[in-house]
């Protein structure tokens, strides 16, 4: 029972480091494109068309993920295809989960 409970534990830290790690590299993506084009948080909500609470809660240490959808609203007003958005070594050198 000990066992199960210690294994269930670890599998779950495992998958919050997971998606801290994926939700990190996505917040660094966000903020390098940002700075290359001298946008604000607050400009970045405006032409994605999304509220400046959705963007900058994407920004806070406390929120573990991110959703797909947001990721593609935000891709969509910066005017870059998630294809871009991707194809950066954060992404390409993370950690491979499924051994």
């Known amino acids: ?10 599998n ?25 084009h001298g ?3 607050n400009e970045l909500a405006n032409i ?3 509220t400046p609470s959705t ?3 994407l920004f806070k240490e406390e929120r573990q993920n991110v959703s797909i959808t947001t990721i593609k ?3 969509d ?6 294809g871009e958005f991707f194809s950066t ?5 993370l950690e491979q989960e499924i051994q």
């Open 48 to 50: 994605s068309g999304v």
């Open 73 to 75: 609203i935000l891709c």
């Open 12 to 36: 779950y830290l495992g998958q919050v480091s997971i998606l801290s790690a994926v939700k990190n590299a996505v917040v660094k993506r966000f903020e390098q494109i940002c700075s290359e």
């Open 1 to 10: 029972m000990r066992k199960r409970m210690y294994n269930n534990i670890k």
């Open 89 to 93: 070594p954060e992404f390409d050198n």
């Open 55 to 57: 963007v900058y809660s």
């Open 39 to 41: 946008i604000a948080k």
């Open 77 to 82: 007003g910066l005017g870059i295809t998630l």
